[in-house]
Nanobody, 127 residues
Framework: QVQLRESGGGLVQGGDSLRLSCLAS????????MGWFRQAPGKGREFVAA????????YYADSVKGRFTISRDNIKNRVYLQMNSLKPDDTAIYYCAAEPFGTDIVVAITTGGFDFWGQGTQVTVSS
């Protein structure tokens, strides 16, 4: 089991940058694929980015490709989401998620089937 806690959200202007961080509890962080999802007001949860347990592959939603970068530090038990050139459409609650590495990460991304979730951090981008 892993517990996740996001931080780094806030209110920014369009074009600004933010870096979200997710701290995972436990000593087996490097056995989980990690992902970021978001949910905007009145909308369903959507995939943003994910990274494999070993950091060797990453995946992005088309809407954030080229602007957002996911990374992880398996020593610090953290996963990050660097968000550049933010737009008002990026306004949402951002959630960190973890899935044991035995699962195909593409399946987990497609189905949203990550086993563990954080409480979320609010990101608001003004125009």
């Amino acid at each position: 089991q892993v517990q996740l806690r996001e931080s780094g959200g806030g209110l920014v202007q369009g074009g600004d940058s933010l870096r979200l961080s997710c701290l995972a509890s436990g000593r087996t962080f490097n056995s989980y694929h990690m992902g970021w999802f978001r949910q905007a007001p009145g909308k369903g949860r959507e995939f943003v980015a994910a990274i494999t347990w070993n950091g060797k592959a990453d995946y992005y939603a088309d809407s954030v490709k080229g602007r957002f970068t996911i990374s992880r530090d398996n020593i610090k038990n953290r996963v990050y989401l660097q968000m550049n050139s933010l737009k008002p459409d990026d306004t949402a609650i951002y959630y960190c998620a973890a899935e044991p590495f035995g699962t195909d990460i593409v399946v987990a991304i497609t189905t949203g089937g990550f086993d563990f979730w954080g409480q979320g951090t609010q990101v608001t981008v003004s125009s």
